[in-house]
């Protein structure tokens, strides 16, 4: 869909992100970012993003995959539901293009990567990114690296107090 019609509906219009957008501008410019809203013009279904990082995990490239789909999509604007744009991303992440391209024209994972993501929504997940820290905290959206340390530390001693009552309890 277009980029308008999904701000609208998330957000009840372009403008209202706008405040949003521009935290998140300038927390990315903070860690030397390049966040280009105004370069994107649609909102894609990524599923066929998603097989692409699966697949990539074969080869041990997911973050690699992850991250120029990133590039693609929020510094240069791509659209990321057109095969072309897809398959040159992962040949630039070290995936064979002609192969990249017969699994997106298949069914392979579209299952799998769907379930996985109603568990995500089922868990409350809802954007991205989001951090579910040792199974106790869940950090969404952009979050400055002090918070995020915050949110490790208190998750860690959550973890160690629930590990701590386990142990009683046996």
Partial sequence: MSREDYLTTKFGSPERYR???????????????????????RQPNTLDCHRLILWAGETGNAGRMKQRLMDVYFTEGGDLSDRDVLVEAAAASGLDAAE????????????????EAESAKEAGIDGVPCFVLGGVIAV???????????????????????????????
């Fill in 19 to 41: 405040a949003i957008g521009g935290r998140v501008s300038a927390a990315a410019a903070a860690e030397g970012l390049i966040y280009a809203p105004d370069k994107i013009t």
């Fill in 100 to 115: 990249a391209r017969r699994r997106l024209a298949s069914d392979r994972d579209i299952e799998r990567v769907a379930k």
């Fill in 140 to 170: 969404q959206g952009a979050q400055t690296p002090d918070h995020l340390v915050q949110a490790i530390d208190r998750a860690a001693q959550e973890y160690a107090s629930r590990q701590a009552a386990e142990l009683v309890m046996r």
